[in-house]
C-alpha cells in the first residue's frame, strides 16, 4: 500500500507569495493532520481535517489555511508569506475508524524556502 | 496542556552498546505515547507506541519503549545499536482529555539526535 505522498517536494517562494501544497493520505485513511518543522520550534501542529472538516487548529495565524476533499486528500494555503514561514511542511494520515489509538503516519514532508 | 521533554538533545553511543533516549511527558488524561524516527530530508517514521496494558513496548527495527506511569517517562532503548540507527528521534503525545475523543493530534518533543559511533 502507498504511504503518504506529498506534493510538492521542494519549493521556493518570496514574501508576499502564496503558496499551496498538497497532500494525499494512504488509500483508506480518513484523518489528515499538518505540522510545521523549524529548527527552532520543532514539529507544531497547524490543523486536522476528517470528513472535510475542521477538527483542531493550532496557534497559527489566519494566513495559514487548508482543506480536505471528499477524497480525504488535503490541501494547505499559506498566504502573504513572510521569511518565518520557512520549514517543513508535514502531512499525516490516520486510518479514523473513531478509534483514538489510531498511529498517524507522515508524508516525506514538503520543504518551503521563503526568499 | 499536554507537553512532552526530551532532555537530551544529542546521545551519542558505541555501535553494538544499548542505548537509551529519554522522554517525560505531561498530560491531563491517560496518556497515548509515541516514537518517531527521521532520517535526513526525510519524514517521521513511526515505530511504536503506548496505549495501554503491558509497560514494554516492542517496535519497529529492534526498538522498545518503557512506559513509566509514576515517573511520567517513555524512553526508548535498544539492546545493541547500529551505525545505521543514527537519526533524530522524537517522542510525542496525544492527550484526549484535552483535544477531545476525535483527534488524532500530537504534541512533539524537541527530537534527540542520536549518533551510533562505529
Redesign the interface.
Same mark, same amino acid.
Given at each position: 500500500k502507498a504511504g503518504?505522498t506529498?506534493t510538492p517536494r521542494y519549493l521556493i517562494k518570496t514574501r508576499g507569495q502564496q503558496v499551496t501544497l498538497s497532500c494525499s493520505p494512504i488509500s483508506g485513511h480518513r +484523518?489528515v +493532520?499538518w $505540522?510545521q518543522q523549524t529548527p527552532g520550534q &520543532? *514539529?507544531q #501542529?497547524l490543523f486536522?481535517y #476528517?470528513s472535510e472538516t475542521q477538527?483542531?487548529k493550532g496557534n497559527f495565524p489566519g494566513r495559514f489555511s487548508g482543506r480536505q476533499f471528499s477524497n480525504s486528500r488535503s490541501e494547505m494555503n499559506v498566504s502573504t508569506l513572510e521569511l518565518g514561514d520557512s520549514a517543513l511542511y *508535514?502531512c499525516?494520515s +490516520?486510518l479514523?475508524l473513531g478509534v +483514538? =489509538?489510531? =498511529?498517524? $503516519? #507522515? &508524508?516525506? &514532508?514538503t520543504?518551503l524556502t521563503v526568499l | 496542556a499536554q507537553s512532552v521533554a526530551q532532555p537530551e538533545d544529542q546521545v551519542n553511543v558505541a555501535e553494538g552498546n544499548p542505548l537509551t533516549v529519554k522522554c517525560t511527558y505531561s498530560v491531563s488524561g491517560n496518556p497515548y505515547l509515541f516514537w518517531y524516527v527521521q532520517y535526513p530530508n526525510r519524514g517521521l517514521q513511526f515505530l511504536l507506541k503506548y496505549i495501554t496494558g503491558d509497560n514494554l513496548v516492542k517496535g519497529s527495527y529492534g526498538f522498545e519503549a518503557e512506559f513509566n506511569k509514576s515517573q511520567t517517562s517513555f524512553h526508548l532503548k535498544k539492546p545493541s545499536a547500529l551505525v545505521s540507527d543514527s537519526a533524530l528521534y522524537f517522542c510525542a503525545v496525544r492527550d484526549l482529555y484535552t483535544r477531545g475523543a476525535g483527534s488524532y493530534q500530537l504534541t512533539f518533543g524537541k527530537g534527540t539526535k542520536l549518533s551510533v559511533i562505529p
Open positions: 503518504v506529498q +484523518s +493532520s $505540522y &520543532g *514539529l #501542529f486536522e #476528517f477538527r483542531n *508535514l499525516a +490516520s479514523a +483514538s =489509538t489510531d =498511529t498517524q $503516519y #507522515f &508524508g516525506p &514532508g520543504r | -
